[in-house]
């Protein structure tokens, strides 16, 4: 993988145009043999009818919670001052065990140019091992996945389905990729989060919070363009998660032929400008990032109390 500063903005933008028209020639050639996406790989809003008899239907909703408060004052606002902005090199310090910083939730631009997104949500009888399991648990079904924000999230898959495996909950995520598609405001996005062990990072997590972590890139074309961590920590009632995420920080990585060629079968939304994020997108990610958090933990407590011990 190439260091963050080894790929500029422009030379992201230049390698994403020409992969998105290797991707356009690619589906056009196989439009004949792949009129409509197999079975197991569509992307589609809601659930589907089958999904009702899962043992989780209960938990289904038709649509996603209104965020938090400060997520909606943030959305309606401009965008934080750059003074005010950790720059990424310091975000294990933002993210240390104790202590706030001077903007929790806002979006914006840090001193070197990295698009900034923060969100800070309390979560009242939420741990954060409920967290751990989440994340273990859910992105090997897409009708899970929807759980987390139906009106967003279209599909969900793993490179490594760990779910009928009797493994500790971190190490079900850790150094696993989940491929998504999902609408960041209007503009839909096929993602590829690979998670990474926060201590690799230089994070701090004592045994009561966790620090997940991940590397954000294309679903389609090998370069990633930004990071995420969620920290979980205990506060009086519940939980809080702080969110940060540092997008413009590009890489290449090995490609994934077969997964890519599943997000192309399924419709690739393949816009080279995405590859770029700017701070519109940062501000509808922090809104889909306060939407979907807030909504999970009204109800994680349940879910993970009645699936935790069968998966």
Not at 25 to 45: E, F, K, L, Q
């Amino acid at each position: 993988m190439l260091k963050l500063a080894e790929m500029s903005r422009r030379r992201a933008l230049i390698l994403g145009a020409t992969a998105v028209g290797t991707v356009a020639a690619s589906t056009v050639a196989g439009a004949a043999a792949h009129a409509v996406p197999a079975i197991g790989n569509r992307r589609h809003p809601g659930y589907a009818p089958e999904d009702w008899a899962k043992p989780f239907s209960h938990f289904m909703a038709e649509y996603t919670a209104p965020p938090q408060e400060a997520v909606t004052i943030a959305y309606h606002g401009g965008p934080t001052p750059t003074e005010q902005i950790p720059d990424f090199a310091a975000w294990t310090q933002d993210l240390a065990p104790t202590g706030y910083s001077a903007v929790e939730t806002g979006y914006g631009n840090t001193a070197s140019g990295a698009v900034w997104v923060a969100t800070r949500t309390e979560m009242p009888r939420v741990t954060a091992a409920m967290w751990d399991w989440w994340f273990g648990w859910h992105s090997s079904d897409s009708a899970r996945y929807k759980l987390w924000h139906p009106d967003a999230h279209m599909f969900s898959e793993l490179d490594t389905d760990t779910s009928a495996r009797g493994m500790p909950d971190r190490a079900r995520y850790i150094g696993n990729i989940s491929y998504v598609d999902e609408y960041i405001g209007s503009e839909l996005q096929q993602l590829a989060i690979a998670f990474h062990d926060p201590a690799d990072h230089g994070f701090v997590v004592p045994p009561d919070q966790t620090v997940i972590v991940a590397r954000v890139g294309s679903s389609i074309v090998p370069i990633d363009f930004g990071w995420l961590a969620h920290q979980v920590r205990p506060i009086p009632g519940g939980s809080e998660m702080r969110s940060r995420f540092y997008l413009g920080l590009h890489g290449m990585r090995a490609p994934a032929v077969s997964l890519a060629a599943r997000a192309i079968e399924r419709g690739p939304a393949a816009d080279p400008r995405d590859l770029v994020p700017d701070l519109d997108m940062a501000r509808e990610l922090l809104l889909h990032c306060g939407q979907e958090m807030n909504h999970l933990a009204q109800f994680l407590p349940e879910i993970h109390e009645q699936f935790h011990r069968t998966s």
